[in-house]
């Protein structure tokens, strides 16, 4: 079974910066896309950012120029880096890895809270 575990949240204020980490425990180049989602008490998780195993990148339109996704095949770990938080970034953020070749097979994270202070 394919483990993801996020880590990196925490408290910080508006216009600050953290890094979150998705470490798998299988090869990330294995699936063909790693996400970041998030997801506020009462609402559906929304997309984030995506990184696909060609490395094309994609972010909401909400965080476009200020979060940058990116990874360390190396180390099996998915970042994202935040910067310029705003309260509206506030959430729980999970990790999602895809495999759509073969039996498509989805996996997430435990997830990690972010919190945005005003």
């Known amino acids: 079974q394919v483990q993801l575990v996020e880590s990196g949240g925490g408290l910080v204020q508006a216009g600050g910066s953290l890094r979150l980490s998705c470490a798998a425990s299988?090869?990330?180049?294995?699936?063909?896309?790693i996400s970041w989602y998030r997801q506020v008490p009462g609402t559906q998780r929304e997309l984030v950012a995506v990184?696909?195993?060609?490395?094309?990148?994609n972010y909401a339109d909400s965080v476009k120029g200020r979060f940058a996704i990116f990874r360390d095949s190396a180390k099996n770990t998915v970042y994202l880096q935040m910067n310029s938080l705003r309260p509206e970034d506030t959430g729980v953020y999970y990790c999602?890895?895809?495999?759509?070749?073969?039996?498509?097979?989805?996996?997430w994270g435990q997830g990690t809270q972010v919190t945005v202070s005003s």
């Open positions: 999602n890895a895809m495999r759509i070749t073969g039996p498509v097979s989805g996996y």
């Open positions: 299988e090869s990330i180049v294995s699936f063909n896309t």
């Open positions: 990184i696909t195993s060609s490395s094309n990148r």
